[in-house]
């Protein structure tokens, strides 16, 4: 039976896309099996296509990016409505992505920020008419409405994709691993003891040995295994982009706590070492945070 598959877009770069289309003929395993009906990344369905169609005559739904915008919101009600099994597609869907860093200050100072006060801005204007209108933070998408399958990364891997697709048109489950990045990656650990973080430019890495154990931060220790350990393979360190494990509430929390065991360092050298701490221990996932919610709950109280 060919399954109904809709993939919407709300704010995001769009990379989630690209790495479904980088699958190239492999993408010929799949296409046979579905039939898209609102794909606007590739296709030009409008949004009046998809609200036209019943609910639930979607057989699956994906959804990447987050709401930036209160038209995302809509679009993101709307795809719940209309598919049977929806999936969080990226870490942007499953834990609010980059842009979830911008609940570190308020809407106004994001806009002034960006429309008026950027270096390159030359009479500056903050846009008002024909706008869809700011949602007030970030938040994930899967506290707005339920999802059934979550598929984090920035973007997911091609394979990625292509293994969940492939279980849903099946019907087999769509199990998230419980290993992490280090479970995945060739080089060699010791116990650490680490007296100084370097910058990725700084110093010079051993390709054989844990980057982390070479003071270099590396989030491998602390996030989930989806992606063959890509960056550390190369000696770039992880960054976390593909949020925690199963089971860890709280992505940055998990990691600060680690690096406390570890870092033999006074509390100033760490701060020094780290001047963007948020950025730093949460990349992808700071609007699913403890922070970020307690943010959002003084942004309620005024």
């Known amino acids: 039976m060919v399954k109904r598959i809709a993939l919407a877009q709300l704010t995001s770069c769009w990379g989630c896309d ?9 993408l010929l395993e799949v296409l046979p099996q579905l039939e898209i009906v609102y794909w606007p990344a590739v296709v030009d369905f409008k949004l009046k296509d998809l609200e036209s169609m019943p609910d639930g005559s979607i057989h699956i739904g994906l959804v990447e ?11 993101l009600k709307v795809m719940r409505k209309k598919a049977k099994i929806l999936v969080a597609w990226g870490s942007c869907s499953c834990y609010g992505g980059v842009q979830g860093l911008g609940n ?18 030359e009479d500056g204007r903050i846009p008002e008419e024909e706008m869809p209108g700011f949602t007030e933070s970030i938040v994930p998408n899967t506290e707005i409405v339920k999802f059934d399958v979550p598929l984090p990364g920035c973007p997911p891997t091609s394979e990625n994709t292509l293994e969940a697709l492939s279980a849903l048109l099946t019907g087999k489950p769509f199990d998230l691993p ?67 494990p ?3 509430k709280d992505h940055g929390a998990k990691i600060i706590s680690a690096l406390g065991a570890v870092a033999d360092m006074d509390p100033e050298e760490l701060e020094k070492a780290f001047p963007d701490p948020i950025g730093s221990f949460y990349f992808t996932d700071y609007g699913a945070s403890y922070l970020s919610k307690i943010r959002d709950k003084e942004r309620e109280e005024k």
């Open 18 to 26: 690209q790495a479904l289309v980088d699958l190239h003929l492999k």
């Open 65 to 75: 990016g987050s709401c930036r915008t209160k038209e995302d919101l809509h679009l």
């Open 104 to 121: 570190q200050w308020e809407l106004k100072e994001l806009l002034e920020r960006k429309f008026l006060e950027a270096d390159t801005v």
């Open 178 to 244: 419980t290993k992490t990045v280090c479970d995945e990656c060739p080089k060699e650990r010791k116990e650490k003891n680490i007296t100084k973080f370097y910058r990725a430019h700084e110093g010079k890495i051993d390709p054989d040995k844990c980057l982390l154990d070479q003071g270099y931060l590396c989030l491998g220790f602390a996030t989930i295994g989806m992606c063959g350990a890509q960056c550390p393979t190369v000696n770039t360190p992880c960054k976390g982009c593909f949020g925690p």
């Open 246 to 248: 199963p089971g860890i």
